[in-house]
């Protein structure tokens, strides 16, 4: 059988030749056959088909494809084994021919993404090197979300084109000095308790009792007034006639803190919750309206809170577990000007130091020594940890700052430190 594959490889009228000398002659046995074979679909070794002859012309012009031909020859057996051998060498050297163009056009296939990736590359540099503000993006999420990514070829830089046209989103309306939140709006509005009837159905005319257990539980108003938290109220008490103003909290936790400004003029109710973030309210205090609120410095409540001597629109609070978050604020336009954490532990007091810019934290055994200081990437807050060293550690509420600048605090063991 190998004699005869190399024999009609390299003839192909071979085969045929050979078979009508053993037949004696190509005859009607050959045309009948011939016939029989159209018939049934068999291959006719005498006659092989144009199919076979262009294989055999892609087989001398491709030696992969030959051998390829000898492994299906020695698989093929039974008497049209050499038709069939002629057929599958037309069908390789076919499948040859097409896998020589199919492999140029999947090479150029692939070469086409890479072009595109390079230019989606350079792209996206341009787009990573463009600084905040450029290129139809502010920095914001929101505008993020409608600025166009990088997606390569020209579209991605028409869409940066109309980025860079399209309006910036308007800036944050200013809350003008005559504004006064309304008691009946939307937010100021709560469920009620199952069981626990409006405040509206009765009207308190005293009320008795103070929390002592509170720290910082008293803030004088003036030389008269003195302002105490009692559970969920308020209250602010003139000593010389015993009248009482009620101020009733807003939140389901209680009332945190109270804070009065250097001028006497406002209010700063800082509450508790157990279902929201908790909020700061800060009232007028001739008429106990309801002027700003401070939203999102704290998770469960607030421990204290204190207006600048410094600056009268800045404020500062302490947040409760599990954030113990220390925040300054522009509270004029409720905006936040600088947070951090203040310390791990609970944390009891913030008060502002002598100068502008420095606060001084206390809590469980540590106190801290803050500093809004200016650095190259802008305003940020430094704090630094008093250091008892041989001296016990103590829980620190209470301290004073001397003119000198020094810091004199009791401890729990009964000395100033």
Known sequence: EADEVDAADADPEAPGDELNDEGGAAGAEDADEADAADETGDVDVGNPPAQGAEGDDAAGENEAADDVEGEGADADHGENGEGALETNDGEQGDAADNGDQDGEDIAGDEADPAEDGDEVGED????????????????????????????????????????????????????????????????????????????????????????????????????RRIIYIVGHTVCIYNVETREQRLLHGREDGGVGFVSVDATGTWIAVAEM??????????YEVATLRLYRMLRQGAQKGYACCEFSPHDEWQIATLGLAPGY???????????????????????????????????????????????MAKTFTGLKLQGDIGKFGATELSDLTGFVELPQGQIVTGSEYGKLL
């Open 325 to 371: 978050l220390l925040t300054i604020w522009n509270w004029k336009q409720e905006g936040v000007l600088l947070k951090c954490k203040a310390f791990g532990q609970d944390v009891f007091r913030v008060s502002w130091g002598r100068y502008p810019g420095f606060l001084i934290t206390t809590g469980v055994s540590h106190i801290r020594f803050w500093k």
């Open 273 to 282: 919750s157990t279902t929201r973030m908790p909020k700061v309210y800060i």
């Open 124 to 223: 996206d540099g341009d787009m990573e090197q463009a600084p905040d503000g450029e290129d139809g993006f502010d920095g914001d999420p929101e505008d993020a979300e409608a600025a166009p990514g990088a997606a390569g070829d020209e579209a991605g830089g028409d869409e940066a084109e109309d980025g860079e046209q399209s309006p910036k989103a308007p800036d944050k309306v200013l809350l003008a000095d005559s504004f006064y939140y309304e008691m009946d709006a939307p937010e100021l509005q709560r469920e009620l308790p199952a069981g626990q009837l409006p405040e509206a159905l009765a009207t308190q005319q005293r009320f008795a009792g103070f929390d002592f257990r509170k720290k910082y539980n008293i803030q004088v108003l003036d030389s």
